[in-house]
């Protein structure tokens, strides 16, 4: 088979065993099994591991260290998105809010 028929291939059973995708992604990205994704999703009680909030439709995705590759939670793709985009410069965010916070005597200041 060449590439472009292994290409016509693999769209066709995607296209015919849509319901088993998840479930390979799972297994093939982070080494985890559907039912051990189906426990965490229920020790989460169904939500976000950060905001808390119920993906209505939506699979929860799977939060993991890039480094070690070991799964943290569930996330909803708000929160998978920004923890993506902070992990990295999280501490420098820290500073830099900090430096801003009022403080009771500034904050009488801009009222």
């Not at 070991?70 to 708000?78: E, I, M, P, Q």
């Amino acid at each position: 088979m060449n590439k472009e028929e292994t290409k016509i291939y693999q769209k066709a059973w995607q296209a015919a065993h849509k319901e088993r995708k998840p479930d390979y992604n799972l297994k093939w990205r982070y080494g985890m099994a559907p039912h051990a994704y189906d426990r965490m999703l229920a020790s989460q009680g169904g939500a976000c591991a950060i905001c808390g909030r119920l993906e209505s439709g939506k699979r929860l995705a799977v939060d993991h260290d890039h480094v070690t590759g070991k799964v943290r939670g569930l996330l909803c793709n708000n929160c998978n998105i920004c923890l993506g985009g902070l992990e990295n410069y999280l501490p420098q965010a820290a500073s830099y809010l900090s430096r801003f916070t009022p403080r009771e005597s500034e904050a009488e200041e801009y009222k």
